[in-house]
């Protein structure tokens, strides 16, 4: 059939035609859907015959179908109902829009001894996507806003921003950066110095755009007056081959989302720790073993925030110290003895009686502020080293020599996962992490979070208290040195805690 198809068409091809072919163009399409480029055709005063009967569809130069008895797909994707051809229907389906199929398309029908062709051109739309990532700015200050729009196809697009349904002057909008799938981003940026009239003031990032229904999209929001945190590193003395614990101290910051990284030399050592929840203060810990090759590394602890532009970076450098222990134990056992011998049984004694003592669980005191403020929140941290598994960490008040407990923490364990804060009441959280050691021992961190009240916080002590996996207690801390001092809306003098305590008998 094909052969005679052809013949004729060229024998014929300048006879009278009496086949006409209809296509709609322009055709538009969104980004994922199913496109349907209509092509029909019509034969002059005789019904269309099947047998005399090809149809050919093309884009760029390629074909994508063909018809001639029987239907060929040269590409997936695309689709031609042949049922339909009986009743001048050719159309073509394209199935899963992409970018790349937008383009003219020619539709060739073959009616001996006639043809006729139509083209038609397909535009792709994709809808934008419009966010305002941080809404957040500091009083006062100069800030900077950002409109990301995402996903859209094709690249013109104008945005606009808006105060109360005002225009603003923003940047030029820079030139789309195209996707790999040929969808476009931009982002478009708003320098402004906000004030005290600019609280609950509704803002706008409005986009306008041809894959858009309405012709426009719009993103409300209220500025967000936040805080920036203050960032201090905090490190103990360096020793080869033994772990420290180095903190990172966050405080003061609002609204209350933040991450904290550690990097050594720039790198980042694991995944970013986030604080969701409302607290102004977080502590987070790194557990670092150095090496004779870490002398003069870096490690430096990194804060993203919603009011920052640039995260804050605060590092410490490695300088090795040798252990003081056991250099002197070193030195006596050399200048008693004198047999080599001798010297080196004892010092090996020695070494493993230090070790030992090295491996037995030991804990630090309880950190924390100096000066309280009511309404505002305080940390206190306490480390445990050396834990064995199955320890855990909890927390009390002792007011008035009543001890009540405030909380249990997760006990040590091999995953080395930082615990979120969790509520344990109205008034506390307490954050665990758990950092791994050798032989099955971890060094187990604990902070508890709480809002200064006065005067129901005068004159409390609050315990740390480490409690092995049978029960046992390993260590208790007690933490009450602090002064009280009044906030702006409360009067009179700062209180010591210790002078607010009832005189001990």
């Known amino acids: 059939?094909?052969?005679?198809?052809?013949?004729?068409?060229?024998?014929?091809?300048?006879?009278?035609?009496?086949?006409?072919?209809?296509?709609?163009?322009?055709?538009?399409?969104?980004?994922?859907?199913?496109?349907?480029?209509?092509?029909t055709f019509t034969v002059a005063d005789d019904p269309i015959s099947p047998e005399y009967l090809a149809v050919h569809w093309y884009f760029q130069g390629q074909e994508l179908v063909s018809y001639d008895d029987s239907l060929s797909v040269s590409r997936p994707g695309v689709s031609m109902?042949?049922?339909?051809?009986?009743?001048?229907?050719?159309?073509?389906?394209?199935?899963?829009?992409?970018?790349?199929?937008?383009?003219?398309?020619?539709c060739l029908v073959i009616h001996s001894p006639d043809r006729g062709e139509q083209s038609l051109h397909l535009a792709v739309l994709a809808v934008p996507t419009v966010a305002v990532p941080s809404k957040a700015v500091l009083r006062g200050e100069p800030n900077l806003l950002k409109c990301s729009v995402s996903g859209f196809h094709p690249?013109?697009?104008?945005?606009?921003?808006?105060?109360?349904?005002?225009?603003?002057?923003?940047?030029?909008?820079?030139?789309?950066?195209?996707?790999?799938?040929?969808?476009?981003?931009?982002?478009?940026?708003?320098t402004f110095q906000p004030?005290?009239?600019?609280?609950?003031?509704?803002?706008?990032?409005?986009?306008?755009?041809?894959?858009?229904?309405?012709?426009?999209?719009?993103t409300d929001f209220?500025?967000?007056?936040?805080?920036?945190?203050?960032?201090?590193i905090h490190a103990p003395t360096f020793v080869q081959g033994k772990a420290q614990v180095l903190t990172c101290d966050v405080k003061g910051f609002?609204?209350?989302?933040?991450?904290?990284?550690?990097?050594?030399?720039?790198?980042?050592?694991?995944?970013?720790?986030?604080?969701?929840?409302?607290?102004?203060?977080?502590?987070?810990?790194?557990?670092?073993?150095?090496?004779?090759?870490?002398?003069?590394?870096?490690?430096?602890?990194?804060?993203?925030h919603e009011t920052l532009s640039r995260p804050i970076v605060r590092s410490v450098r490695v300088h090795l110290e040798r252990e003081g222990t056991q250099v002197s134990v070193i030195v006596l056992v050399v200048s008693v003895l004198v047999s080599a011998l001798a010297v080196a049984g004892v010092a090996f004694?020695?070494?493993?009686?230090?070790?030992?003592?090295?491996?037995?669980?030991?804990?630090?005191?309880?950190?924390?502020?100096?000066?309280?403020?009511?309404?505002?929140?305080?940390?206190?941290?306490?480390?445990?080293?050396?834990?064995?598994?199955?320890?855990?960490?909890?927390?009390?008040?002792?007011?008035?020599?009543?001890?009540?407990?405030?909380?249990?923490?997760?006990?040590?364990?091999?995953?080395?996962?930082q615990q979120p804060l969790v509520p344990i009441n109205a008034l506390y959280k307490v954050q665990t992490q758990m950092l791994p050691l050798d032989k099955g021992s971890a060094t187990l961190a604990t902070t508890l979070m709480f809002r200064v009240r006065s005067p129901e916080d005068l004159g409390a002590r609050y315990q740390c208290c480490f409690i092995s996996k049978d029960g046992r207690t390993l260590s208790t801390k007690e933490?009450?040195?602090?002064?009280?001092?009044?906030?702006?809306?409360?009067?009179g003098p700062a209180v010591d805690s210790a002078a607010a305590r009832p005189a001990e008998e």
């Open 195 to 218: 004030t005290e009239q600019d609280q609950g003031v509704t803002f706008s990032c409005q986009v306008q755009h041809a894959a858009l229904p309405r012709g426009a999209l719009q």
């Open 349 to 417: 004694c020695l070494y493993q009686r230090s070790r030992a003592a090295h491996q037995t669980f030991t804990a630090s005191d309880i950190v924390g502020p100096k000066v309280w403020v009511p309404g505002e929140y305080v940390s206190l941290v306490c480390i445990g080293y050396h834990c064995p598994a199955g320890t855990e960490a909890r927390w009390a008040e002792c007011q008035n020599e009543e001890l009540t407990p405030i909380a249990g923490g997760d006990p040590a364990g091999s995953d080395g996962e």
């Open 1 to 39: 059939m094909g052969v005679r198809v052809g013949l004729l068409s060229l024998l014929l091809g300048g006879v009278c035609a009496q086949l006409e072919v209809m296509v709609d163009s322009p055709v538009t399409a969104q980004l994922g859907s199913q496109a349907l480029l209509p092509c």
């Open 81 to 106: 109902d042949t049922e339909q051809l009986a009743s001048g229907n050719a159309s073509l389906v394209l199935h899963n829009v992409t970018v790349s199929e937008q383009g003219a398309y020619r």
């Open 222 to 232: 209220q500025l967000v007056f936040g805080v920036s945190p203050v960032v201090n």
């Open 155 to 190: 690249a013109d697009i104008a945005v606009t921003w808006l105060r109360a349904g005002e225009v603003l002057p923003a940047s030029p909008l820079p030139a789309p950066q195209r996707n790999p799938d040929g969808t476009f981003n931009v982002s478009s940026s708003l």
């Open 254 to 304: 609002y609204p209350e989302a933040i991450a904290v990284n550690w990097l050594l030399n720039g790198v980042r050592t694991e995944a970013p720790r986030v604080n969701p929840n409302g607290t102004f203060n977080l502590e987070s810990f790194y557990q670092f073993k150095p090496a004779a090759e870490s002398e003069g590394a870096e490690i430096s602890c990194e804060v993203q």
């Open 479 to 491: 933490f009450g040195d602090y002064t009280l001092r009044p906030s702006a809306q409360t009067q």
